[in-house]
């Protein structure tokens, strides 16, 4: 009986590091490819601004599973700017992976050329 249940703790303890060190890696595999995965978002959208909406949103098909992206595109508003702040756009790509479980976000604003 008392060898029963030291085995029972340390299957209970290696159990709850096993799941530790999965959710770990997760984060990990999450804090590597979500950055990359919103700068080349990021370039799309700035390279085509004008077809862009106000919010879209997707994912990255199968070479990425698991992973998904909303962005939007929004006017920013300035009396300070005047005139200028009506070329100004403000660019939010966020990276969600795991159903929302992660997510990584990054703001960029870009001043659109005639």
């Known amino acids: ?24 890696n997760l984060n ?7 950055p990359f995965l919103a700068e080349v978002k990021m370039a799309q959208i ?6 862009y909406q ?11 599973p698991g992973y998904a992206w909303q962005s939007s595109v929004s006017k920013v508003e ?4 005047g005139d ?6 403000k660019i939010e790509v ?3 992976f795991n159903d929302g479980e992660f997510n990584y976000s990054i703001i960029s604003y870009r001043l659109l050329q005639e």
């Open 1 to 24: 009986m008392i060898a029963f249940s030291i085995i029972a703790i340390v299957i209970t303890t290696l159990w709850g590091l096993h799941s530790k060190t999965v959710y770990l």
């Open 28 to 34: 990990s595999q999450f804090d590597t490819q979500a």
């Open 46 to 51: 700035v390279e085509n601004i004008e077809k």
């Open 54 to 64: 106000e919010a879209e949103e997707g994912d990255f098909g199968e070479d990425f």
């Open 78 to 81: 300035s009396e300070t700017l």
């Open 84 to 89: 200028l702040s009506e070329k100004l756009k």
């Open 94 to 96: 966020t990276i969600g």
